[in-house]
């Protein structure tokens, strides 16, 4: 207490406690440190290799352009259930027979040349008695002429094989002369599809 004069005037004096010199002390360091902590950037070349682990990716934040071409490659889904079954397709089997032999195919199939024009095709699986064969004849090789009475190239179902094996005829129409036409059995390549 001080006096003046006779009388009395209170004054307080506030002393600085230790925990007010800290709060200020702490305010200032975050004041002062906080810009140059935000204005700063890490950047690659600042990371030691190695060392930034999953923990430190934010989760869900990587997308495919963050990963190497070779990585997004293998990424790889579970496997799906499996799906219905497909239709039947439209050949059982098929051939394609060239110069008596078979060249083309589906599978397992025989051809056996028993004369000029005459084959017996044999089809693992599949029977005459039961199936029909569609042919048809290889017109870029036949003896088909585009040329007025040119030859031409026929080939027909027969029945000169025993079952199981499908018969094949292919002939051959010439026309001597204006009134007369011959067909006659020639050799010829054939495609065929049993359905």
């Known amino acids: 207490m001080t006096q003046t004069r006779g009388t009395a005037t209170p004054t307080t004096r506030i002393r600085p406690t230790t925990l007010t010199l800290a709060l200020a002390a702490g305010a200032l360091l975050l004041s002062a440190g906080g810009g140059a902590v935000a204005g700063t950037m890490v950047t690659g070349a600042q990371i030691k290799d190695n060392t930034v682990a ?3 990716v934010r989760n869900k934040s990587l997308r495919t352009k963050d990963l190497a071409p070779a990585t997004v490659t293998q990424l790889k889904g579970r496997t799906g259930a499996p799906g219905a079954p497909g239709r039947p397709g439209v050949a059982r089997a098929y051939a394609y027979v060239h110069d008596t032999e078979v060249t083309k195919q589906s599978g397992g199939i025989t051809v056996a040349h028993e004369g000029t024009g005459f084959y017996c095709v044999t089809v693992p699986g599949v029977s005459s008695a039961d199936r029909v064969a569609m042919l048809s004849l290889n017109f870029s090789t036949s003896a088909s002429q585009p040329v007025t009475n040119g030859s031409q190239a026929m080939v027909e179902t027969s029945d000169s094989c025993v079952a199981p094996a499908f018969g094949v005829v292919t002939l051959r129409r ?7 036409t011959e067909l006659a059995p020639y050799d010829q390549d054939f495609n065929i599809v049993i359905p």
Not at 174 to 180: E, I, L, R
């Open 54 to 56: 999953s923990a430190d």
């Open 174 to 180: 010439t026309f001597p002369d204006a009134d007369t």
